[in-house]
């Protein structure tokens, strides 16, 4: 558009409802239509006496408030009585609405995650949660064979990453057409995404999960999963799905392999950057994890990438950019800087694993007896109720409250469970999300303390 026209005049009329915008100081902002997505007005102006090679110039100007109030201006001003704002567009985006420069251009020099790996893809869809995932293989073989009367076989039902902390059930196929259940419908969305998800069946991997772009809250768009993994695990929002890089990929089998080559796995990461890391760090890279000293293996990157975007003060910074594109995180400066982080972020990870001895140590008590049918959860005064008599006692309020993608955990996990008795191993598990919760506010602000840049 800047090499076709001379001129771009925006006059940003914003009311964007899936963005919860408002004007400047705080009041109410209106859409001038009975629409959720934000208006502009656009004049593009070309002359044709712009030089090939010289890039057109665009000006931008802002109008807040009610409806009334942008109709009225609108109608008593022109082009040439407003005050636009010209703007320096560059690469790689050329926005059209201001951004602060500040630390852009830095920014830029990162490493996106994708340039990280070598595959990766956008997690699984079913189509259809309540038929063709549940809870247990029981229960969602007794829902299948109820609508459809199909025999499920046990071998065909996998265990996923449904949402945080919480793991479910779900028939998995490796193609929809592929489907041996004659009477049960697949939808056209199901989505088995078998080329990463069998890197995860019956394997040792980890995968690394974050949406390329975000619909309107800041980022804290991360998560991790030892298993295959929801496309909505860390959000809800179509915009927000999450992608899948799992950290390691094994080989095909076939009856020429022996055991040992069958299993043999090899790092999801590519080579180059693995060796400019290397080579800026001054240490020896190695496809697993040994005790020599001067030595890195992947699941160090993959722990560093994740205490980098765990930052406070780095997703403030650049939370901007963190919306619109997959997050960029910079080249280790030092070893002992690379250490630090790997450290933290491992111990993250692991907790949202729930393999850290951490979860273990409950902060929490549930001291009440009674049938432990989950009612409508609410939090007062430390404790979370389940119900009218039962609740969780001693939950901090960080760990109610706090945010992964676009679900509150302690909140999320109780709501999906409404009209569900919580089993013994249920309370159990569900204490260990308080303390994962309130463990990762507390190293959050660790990593801070870490000058990353």
């Known amino acids: 558009m800047l090499n076709t026209y001379d001129k771009i005049y925006t006059i940003d009329l914003h009311g964007n409802i899936k963005k919860e915008e408002t004007a400047p100081d705080g009041s109410i902002d209106q859409n001038v239509f009975d629409i959720m997505q934000g208006v502009s007005i656009n004049i593009f102006i070309k002359t044709?006496?712009?030089?090939?090679?010289?890039?057109?110039?665009?000006y931008h100007c802002d109008?807040?408030?009610?409806?009334n109030y942008k109709y009225e201006f609108l109608f008593k001003n022109q082009l040439k009585s407003l005050t636009f704002e010209e703007l320096k567009p560059s690469k790689p985006y050329f926005f059209f609405v201001p951004k602060s420069d500040t630390d852009k251009l830095k920014y830029y020099d990162y490493l996106s995650i994708p340039h990280f790996f070598n595959e990766g893809v956008i997690g699984v869809q079913t189509g259809k949660d309540s038929l063709l995932s549940n809870f247990s293989t029981k229960e969602l073989i007794e829902n299948i064979s109820n609508q459809t009367e199909e025999i499920v076989n046990k071998s065909d039902i996998q265990e996923y990453q449904y949402r945080p902390f919480d793991n479910r059930k779900f028939l998995y196929l490796e193609t929809r057409t592929k489907n041996p259940y004659e009477k049960l419908k697949i939808p056209a969305s199901y989505r088995s995404r078998h080329s990463i998800s069998k890197q995860f069946i019956a394997k040792n991997n980890i995968g690394l999960l974050l949406p390329r772009q975000l619909a309107k809250e800041d980022f804290n768009h991360i998560y991790i999963s030892s298993k295959i993994a929801d496309a909505c695990l860390i959000s809800n929002r179509t915009k927000e799905q999450n992608q899948v890089f799992p950290l390691y990929v094994y080989p095909e089998t076939n009856g020429q392999q022996t055991i040992e080559q069958s299993n043999e796995r090899k790092?999801?990461?590519?080579?180059?950057?693995?060796?400019q890391i290397?080579?800026?760090l001054g240490l020896t890279f190695t496809n697993e994890k040994v005790p020599t000293e001067n030595t890195f293996a992947p699941i160090d990157i993959l722990d560093y990438i994740y205490a980098v975007l765990h930052s406070p003060t780095y997703r403030e910074k650049y939370k901007e950019f963190l919306k619109i594109d997959f997050p960029r995180v910079p080249y280790p400066k030092?070893?002992?800087?690379?250490?630090q982080l790997v450290k933290l972020g491992g111990e993250i990870r692991q907790i949202h694993l729930l393999e850290s001895p951490t979860v273990e140590q409950y902060i929490t008590q549930y001291p009440m007896d009674g049938d432990n049918i989950v009612g409508k959860p609410k939090y007062k005064d430390g404790k979370v109720f389940i119900n009218e008599t039962q609740y969780f006692d001693n939950v901090p309020q960080v760990a109610w409250e706090f945010y992964i993608g676009?679900?509150?955990?302690?909140?999320?996990?109780?709501?999906?469970?409404?009209?569900?008795?919580?089993?013994?191993?249920?309370?159990?598990?569900?204490?260990?999300?308080?303390v994962a919760l309130s463990e990762t506010d507390r190293l959050m602000k660790e990593i801070d303390k870490i000058e990353i840049e």
Not at 48 to 58: A, H, V, W
Not at 63 to 67: A, I, Q, T, V
Not at 267 to 275: D, R
């Open 334 to 339: 030092d070893q002992d800087t690379f250490r």
């Open 63 to 67: 109008l807040f408030g009610k409806r």
């Open 267 to 275: 790092p999801n990461l590519k080579a180059e950057i693995v060796n």
């Open 48 to 58: 044709g006496q712009k030089k090939t090679n010289e890039l057109g110039k665009i």
């Open 406 to 434: 676009g679900y509150q955990p302690a909140q999320k996990w109780l709501k999906d469970r409404k009209e569900r008795k919580l089993e013994f191993d249920d309370i159990l598990h569900y204490q260990k999300i308080i």
């Open 278 to 280: 290397a080579e800026q």
